[in-house]
């Protein structure tokens, strides 16, 4: 049983198109992120939902839009994309809440975007 | 703000070996620490936690870590490598933000284990 799922794995796309990525977790978290890798793999967190609340935004351009239809979900809108969006992007979850923060987190696998 | 420094980007050491990788953490309060581990194609996977509980945390796979609070520093050591534990292994501190917390992650280093 996968614990958080992204699809898809694979995204190759042209510059200026918009695209999607899914993000599912069967753990019963309450809050759920999204994670941006870059070609040295650095990582930065882009967002933070808790419940559907939006709890981090973190100096993410317009242009990213996160959506959480449930608890369970946190999908990723990218619009207009440019060759600086080319990362992994990674979704993952925690059990924060009731004060009680810092759990760790679970990744999913990523989902490799590249733009041409 | 918070920060880790990890002091090394690449390690290369031989199988039945001792592994250390550096970090050293910046924080204005006490940290929660983590070490992560991320094997190619995957994403990433928890060694092991400190969160103010004993100064000298076990994890997964044989690691663990040392928080010392007048190092800033928390180091993470295995007594004997293993083939598998070749990967990228992340440092990270936590700062809690209501409900969800936000993770500062480590610049990375490379575990190598030759034979």
């Known amino acids: 049983d996968t614990a958080v799922s992204q699809t898809p794995k694979y995204l190759v796309t042209q510059m200026g198109n918009d695209k999607s990525i899914k993000c599912e977790q069967n753990?019963?978290?309450?809050?759920m992120y999204w994670y941006k890798q870059d070609s040295k793999k650095f990582l930065k967190i882009m967002f933070s939902?808790?419940?559907?609340?939006?709890?981090i935004n973190e100096t993410v351009p317009n242009r990213f839009s996160p959506k959480s239809p449930d608890k369970a979900h946190l999908n990723l809108h990218i619009n207009s994309l440019e060759l600086g969006d080319s990362a992994v992007y990674f979704c993952?979850?925690?059990?924060?809440?009731?004060?009680?923060?810092?759990?760790?987190?679970?990744f999913g696998d990523g989902t490799r975007l590249s733009i041409l | 703000a918070q920060s880790v420094t990890q002091l090394d980007s690449h390690v290369s050491v031989s199988e039945g070996t001792p592994v250390l990788l550096r970090c050293n953490y910046s924080?204005?309060?006490?940290?929660?620490l983590f070490w992560y581990v991320q094997h190619p194609n995957k994403g990433l996977q928890l060694l092991l936690k400190?969160?103010?509980?004993?100064?000298l945390v076990k994890g997964i796979n044989g690691f663990e870590a040392e928080f010392k609070k007048s190092e800033t520093s928390f180091h993470l050591t295995k007594p004997s490598a293993h083939m598998s534990d070749a990967a990228e292994y992340f440092c990270?501190?936590?700062?809690?933000?209501?409900?969800?917390?936000?993770?500062?992650f480590g610049t990375g280093t490379r575990l190598q284990v030759t034979l």
């Open positions: 993952a979850s925690s059990q924060d809440e009731g004060g009680r923060t810092n759990q760790p987190q679970h």
């Open positions: 753990l019963g978290h309450d809050t």
């Open positions: 939902y808790n419940n559907k609340e939006l709890i």
């Open positions: 924080s204005s309060y006490s940290p929660s």
């Open positions: 400190y969160t103010s509980a004993a100064t």
């Open positions: 990270v501190v936590s700062e809690g933000r209501g409900t969800a917390s936000k993770l500062t």
